[in-house]
């Protein structure tokens, strides 16, 4: 079973190399069926349709914001999966997109993965990614009144919860 | 508060026709938590509905941040805490994966068995409120949530809480099976299975329950793929997509059982693979129960969790559970990313609450069996 996953893992980075080998800038297998690909973010729709299209990741299962404060930089990872294909069922392929913590833009997704319309305000929400394109990009979770900075930041601290 | 009222938005993308009036519904508790759903109603029609979502919000992803790995669990849990084992092994796995902990078998079995009561519980708290209820079916209310407490009785003894059991930390379950647990189970299942043949009668047979349900709230299966959505409303809709098949944990593997999947993708067919789910979980239980390996449960864990990234996944009640944790060489996460069954089946409230009747929402809404407070974390 191993040997198998870790063929297809391969391939899949492989085409991606082939196929985008300006943009994609780090790759990485882990031992569970997670690939992991970083690329350029001005690219981002392109690998989307690209990953939707000829590899059959047809769905997010959701975008995560993580924010590296000492880097001044934002990652957002976008965790797709497919239900279509069983072969590749078992796999998660994270792409992941380094943002600056000043100006965090990235063209929205929804327009190939429609399953990214929540995940896409939540992440807007909690760490000021600005999804452009996005067709509804509102508050989400946080409350009607909550003019605060993103509250997932890392510099939003609360110290009442403990030492981080 | 701001000045900013809130709009439909989704409605707002359309010009407003005179003869249309927004309603909104909640936020006071459905039954399954608090959410607000702004209507757009024409005459008795639903022209579109936006999804005010939020009400029960936390923060437990940014608290998770504040607690080291063990304190984690009890608060990760309490989103869904009629499922509360699920949560809790869906953000154990990755942990563990970081850690390098292999749990023991027997250890597996357990939380394997303890997995599908509580996904029994799950289901029937769903058939009670989101099916019974929401369709003015009290008989079937009752009854399911008086055989739900039989489970609840079961898992206080193995736990020692009623909901919220925070059982399986780093390394394998809390305790083992107390003595005569095995049996009780047994019997209980025996009667459960004859149960489900008198609900078969009273609720799913019915000729009402079937007339409100059959054709209501279509979800396609290229929608359903589309949309992303997940658990039985995915297998609802004709995708055989199951975690426990497709990356199996826990003793899964060993254990044999079908995916139930229905074509039609209306609420009648959701609510049919919830039945044919809590027989499989019998199955499953039964399966483990017999194959019962021995020695010990559990082993120790680090406090600490070295750097990287590890993504874990179960098949909750509600769909798949996928969770993501970053370590950063400390005892406390530096980043978990939950990403659960009722966040991600959201976006079939807007897609299927649409050009019907007023009356149809509340039984498409308790057929998605969305749960506000874990969609809001």
């Known amino acids: 079973m191993s040997q198998k996953s870790t063929s297809r893992e391969e391939t899949i980075i492989e085409k991606a190399k082939s196929r985008f080998p300006e943009y994609i800038k780090e790759t990485k297998i882990d031992n569970n069926r997670r690939v992991t690909i970083s690329f350029d973010k001005d690219h981002v729709q392109e690998i989307a349709k690209w990953m939707r299209d000829d590899i059959g990741f047809d769905h997010l299962k959701g975008i995560a914001g993580v924010d590296y404060p000492t880097h001044k930089k934002l990652e957002v990872l976008y965790l797709a999966g497919s239900f279509s294909k069983p072969e590749i069922q078992d796999i998660i392929v994270t792409l992941k997109a380094e943002l600056p913590k000043d100006a965090p833009t990235i063209s929205s997704v929804v327009s190939i993965w429609e399953s990214a319309h929540f995940h896409e305000r939540e992440a807007f929400e909690m760490f000021g990614i600005n999804f452009e394109g996005h067709p509804d990009l509102r508050k989400l979770l946080t409350l009607d009144n909550w003019d605060g900075p993103p509250p997932m930041l890392k510099d939003i601290k609360f110290p009442e919860m403990g030492q981080r | ?377």
């Open chain 2, 1 to 377: 508060m701001t000045a900013n009222p809130p709009t439909p938005t989704i409605a707002s993308n359309e010009a407003k026709e005179p003869s249309t009036m927004d309603v909104s519904v909640g936020p006071q508790h459905p039954g399954s938590g608090h959410v607000r759903l702004l209507m757009r109603v024409d005459g008795d029609y639903i022209v579109s509905i936006d999804p005010d979502i939020g009400y029960v919000h936390r923060g437990c992803e940014k608290i998770a941040e504040y607690r080291n790995y063990v304190s984690n669990i009890p608060h990760l849990e309490r989103p869904c805490i009629i499922d509360a084992i699920h949560l809790n092994w869906a953000y154990v796995l990755p942990v563990e994966e970081l850690q390098g902990v292999i749990v023991p078998p027997r250890g597996q079995y357990i939380s394997t068995i303890a997995a599908e009561m509580n996904r029994i519980m799950s289901h029937l708290y769903w058939l009670a409120i989101n099916a019974g209820v929401f369709s003015g079916h009290t008989t079937i209310f009752m009854w399911a949530f008086g055989d739900r407490d039989l489970f609840i009785e079961l898992a206080e003894w193995l736990t020692g809480a009623r909901l919220t059991y925070s059982f399986l930390p780093p390394g394998g379950p809390r305790r083992d099976f107390p003595s005569g647990f095995e049996q009780k189970l047994a019997k209980l299942l025996d009667y459960f299975e004859k149960r489900l043949v008198e609900y078969d009668r009273m609720f799913l047979s019915n000729p009402l329950v079937v007339a409100r349900a059959k054709g209501i709230g279509v979800l396609k299966k290229k929608d359903a793929i589309k949309l992303g959505v997940t658990g039985p409303v995915l297998r609802g809709s004709g995708v055989e997509y199951d975690v426990r098949k497709v990356e199996p944990y826990g003793a899964y593997a060993d254990l044999e059982f079908q995916i139930p999947t229905f074509k039609e993708g209306d609420s009648y067919s959701r609510y049919l693979v919830r039945f044919e789910e809590m027989k499989q979980s019998i199955s499953i239980i039964r399966q483990a129960l017999n194959k019962m390996p021995k020695g010990p449960i559990a082993r120790k864990a680090p406090l600490v969790a070295p750097e990287g990234e590890a993504i874990g996944r179960v098949e909750s009640s509600r769909g798949e559970i996928t969770v993501m944790v970053i370590g950063d060489n400390s005892d406390k996460p530096y980043r978990v990313k939950i990403m659960n069954g009722s966040f991600r089946n959201l976006i079939a409230l807007p897609y299927l609450i649409r050009n019907v009747h007023v009356a149809d929402m509340p039984i498409i809404y308790g057929s998605l069996d969305y749960w506000p407070v874990e969609a809001d974390r």
